[in-house]
């Protein structure tokens, strides 16, 4: 179980009516997915066609804020506040998809852009089923 798992379960509010387990899977999803991103575009500004990437690069660090917000806000909520879980995770789906595909268009160049698709594809998953709960 994971520490995540552990805190949702051990807090006072728990997010009534929420699986905790979808909750903290979505949560790490999106902590995965705004590391990979930043670290992703972090490693397209160090390649020697950066230029090339500048698009790869703005997705990059828009998908990392979004998913590093919806991964916070998840964090603290108890599911008081589900309006706007949807909508952060409705937005975050559509940044992880957007980023997942430019990614996977230098993926067969660039290793660091496959990974990347991975855990963006990954996190639209998650929130897509934390979505499915609310």
């Not at 108890?78 to 909508?87: F, K």
């Amino acid at each position: 179980m994971s520490a995540t798992a552990q805190m949702l379960r051990t807090h006072p509010d728990a997010a009534e009516g929420l699986d905790t387990r979808v909750l903290s899977a979505c949560i790490d999803a999106c902590t995965e997915c705004a590391t990979a991103c930043t670290s992703c575009a972090d490693a397209c500004l160090s390649e020697s066609n950066a230029g090339e990437l500048a698009e790869c690069v703005r997705l990059d660090l828009e998908c990392a804020d979004l998913c590093a917000a919806t991964g916070g806000l998840l964090t603290r909520g108890s599911g008081r506040r589900r309006e706007w879980y949807s909508e952060l995770l409705s937005a975050c789906v559509r940044a992880c998809e957007e980023c997942a595909r430019e990614c996977e268009s230098h993926a067969s160049h660039h290793e660091h852009c496959r990974v990347c698709a991975e855990a963006c594809r990954r996190c639209a998953q998650a929130c897509r089923e934390l979505l499915a709960l609310l």
